[in-house]
């Protein structure tokens, strides 16, 4: 079942990209938004639906948002990607943005799709003004020098200085730098109903977290044909990570433990948010 959904639901958001992108000058620019869209799993776009679906949203209105979550997602890939960043030349097993074409292409195009993100999120078809205000501040904290990005300067700050960080400050950069995003995806359902987020915002956080765990374990234990990028860069930067401050077994007991806490967090949705506890399995159990 969950496997089914997440395969449809990507379909869906591929579909919805393709018709926005389809109104856009046929530019380079534009081309390299649609190369960096295309693929992946569509994660974050899923949590947005499946909690949307938990609320009796139908699907033509969370779309867009789901939609937008995977723009800005792709937008930060993009830049991730560049040279003055992570360098990689790999992303979902096709040539990255800057290196299909060049560094400034990619750098526009990142920029045009976080912008796109925030319109596809403010689409009259989602709701109310209140709504999409509230969408898009909540998104705009998530992506920015509170949530995201915050993570990502603290990430290249420790690597800069080759500054060995503990676990507590590992657990704080990865609540921001991968953590942000899900937990806006997994609330979007709860702001999209005017609900309360609580119960969702305490699994998307212990999600997050057993997301960047399982990133790192397959950073070391998976291959690059699968994976889509290159592995190992981390270990062989001396980068701290989850794995290499708790060791391999622990690290995947700590994400195990993580996935049981936001199963639990679900308790008030009864057996209605089953896809979401799947979800969260998932996330320890991929291989890519």
Known sequence: MFTEKLAETAVAIQEQFDAVLRLLPAVPVVQAMAHATKGGKRLRGFMVMQSAHLHDIPSDKSIWPATGIEALHAYSLVHDDLPCMDNDDLRRGEPTVHIKWDETTAVLAGDALQTLAFELVG?????????????????????????????????????????????????????????????????????LAGADITPLQTYSLALGLAFQIADDVLDITGDATTIGKATGKDANAGK??????????EAKRRAQSLVTAACDALQPYGANADILRETARFVIARKK
């Open 123 to 191: 689409k009259p078809e989602v709701g109310s003004g209140d709504v999409r205000a509230d969408l898009s501040l909540s998104l705009a904290r998530a992506a920015g020098a509170k949530g995201m990005v915050l993570g990502q300067a603290l990430d290249i700050a420790a690597s800069s200085a080759n500054q060995a960080l503990t676990l507590d400050e590992i657990t704080a950069l990865q609540r921001g730098k991968t953590g942000a995003l899900i937990e806006w995806s997994a609330t979007a359902g709860a702001r």
């Open 240 to 249: 701290a990570t989850f794995v290499s401050l708790l060791g391999l077994d």
